[in-house]
């Protein structure tokens, strides 16, 4: 027992003076050490292999898997206030949390899921109110897709189609607008995209040009059929110099759109503030409407006391959308000029039809002392797009039929760690009933923190 003992001693401490000796002069010891009778040819293989693990430090390898996933997410703390002469102000403050990973799993095939808080029915916001007695609040499924993208496989120099299925962040381009006013950022709408890149370059005029395809299903019905939403996008990245200018052009078709105005009746964390006819005949929009706050006595009831439903929307909706931005270098790596506007109009409506964003920012949000400025003037008819899907935090309500100024200030404190500050300046395109008409300011303080 000694000798075992006396001979796993000195096998360590033989170790330790390789390690430190270098591995030039460790082999040379091992030899030295045989050749004495001191350790057995077991024994100094044991030794240079302890040896190794120790100038390794231990380093396992990782499993080839792990290196194909990529883990995402961000926190977001944010302080609201409401201004509006008529109204009582009013503060809240809110969160949100989002995580998920991009698994590769292989050279042409990712996998994606997204967990996010917020109302799961509410599709535009993934906010949480500080409210409800501190109870738990909730986290739903945001993305969970498949995104096919062959190259090798079929001969090719690099993915010139892109598909996926499931649901999705909103792959289409928009301008780095504040307020988007056809979909909102939040937005993951579900079924399938396609994109195919007719050109991919870094060099040249034309950097690249590419058609965008969506058929996302938002209702689904076995007697009259699905609802869906088909998407058609064209885009262009373009360079003049050291200028950027990127273009889309759009159609966004609803089938069976008044089928989302219906569902407000059951979940009412949809916004619908379009023109629609309720079930007693009342016809109302430009507003956020509860058909629980209609009838003879504001109690949701008809004159024959059944309850007052929303029937459906007045309009069709065909979206035609274009959109746009430049970046401009001002030789300052830090404060870059970007300039953009958004235009839509529904043609499938002759009045409350059009909407429009337009504006310019300095700065840049990348590293850490990076400021950014940005301001932008929006304006969104009743009807110019479907409510329940466009920006939730533009002006006081969201939705439709306001327009706004926006200013914006951004600060990078550290690495993945930024403030913003946005301001909506806003008030109703049109007065309607039931809606207060003067101006509104809504004030957005964020602390954002990125993983």
Do not use: C
Not at 112 to 136: E, V
Not at 227 to 240: E, H, I, P, R, T
Request: aromatic share 10%.
């Amino acid at each position: 027992m000694l000798d075992t003992k006396r001979s796993r001693w000195t096998i360590w401490v033989a170790a330790g003076v390789f390690a430190l000796a270098g591995v030039a002069g460790a082999r040379d010891l091992s030899e030295i050490l045989q050749d004495k009778g001191v350790l057995t040819d077991e024994e100094a293989k044991e030794s240079r292999d302890t040896k190794k693990t120790v100038a390794a430090g231990s380093t396992a390898t990782l499993p080839d898997w792990i290196s194909r996933i990529t883990p995402f997410g961000d926190v977001r703390i944010r302080n609201e206030a409401f201004f509006r002469s008529g109204d009582a102000d009013r503060n809240r403050d809110r969160f949100r949390l989002r995580f998920g990973a991009k698994v590769a799993v292989n050279d042409e095939t990712e996998v994606g899921f997204k967990l996010a808080s917020g109302a799961a029915g509410d599709p535009i916001s993934n906010n949480q109110t500080f409210t409800d007695t501190f109870s738990f609040k909730s986290i739903n499924i945001a993305n969970a897709y498949i995104k096919l993208a062959p190259a090798q496989s079929l001969g090719l120099d690099r993915p010139w189609l892109t598909v996926t299925g499931g649901k999705f962040d909103i792959p289409l381009y928009t301008p780095p607008v504040p307020a988007a006013p056809v979909f909102d950022k939040d937005l993951t709408p579900e079924g399938f995209y396609e994109s195919l890149k007719a050109v991919e370059s870094k060099d040249g005029f034309v950097r690249g040009l590419a058609l965008n395809l969506g058929q996302w299903i938002f209702e689904e019905n076995s007697n009259t059929g699905e609802a869906a939403l088909y998407a058609f996008q064209g885009v262009g990245n373009f360079a003049l110099g050291d200028v950027l200018w990127n273009v889309g052009v759009g159609d966004y078709h609803y089938v069976d759109p008044s089928s989302i105005a219906v569902a407000r009746n059951k979940n009412s964390s949809l916004n619908i503030t379009n023109n629609v006819t309720l079930s007693d005949g009342t016809a109302v929009g430009g507003r956020p409407i509860d058909p629980t706050k209609f009838g003879p006595n504001k109690d949701g009831l008809d004159a024959a006391g059944k309850p007052i439903t929303i029937k459906k929307l007045d309009s069709h909706f065909n979206d035609l959308d274009f959109a746009t931005d430049v970046v401009v270098p001002t030789g300052a790596r830090s404060w870059p000029i970007k300039i953009f506007f958004e235009f839509v109009k529904n043609t499938e409506t002759s009045s409350d039809d059009v909407g429009y964003e337009a504006g310019a920012g300095i700065g840049a949000s990348k590293d850490p002392g990076d400021v950014s400025f940005t301001y932008a003037f929006e304006r969104l008819e009743t009807d110019a797009v479907v409510s329940a899907f466009s920006e939730s935090d533009f002006g006081h309500d969201g939705g439709t039929n306001t327009q706004a100024h926006i200013v914006q200030l951004g600060y990078v404190l550290l690495k993945n760690l930024s403030f913003l500050s946005t301001a909506y300046f806003d008030e109703p395109v049109d007065d309607v009933p039931g809606r207060n008409a003067n101006r509104d300011v809504r004030w957005q303080v964020d602390m954002i923190a990125k993983f």
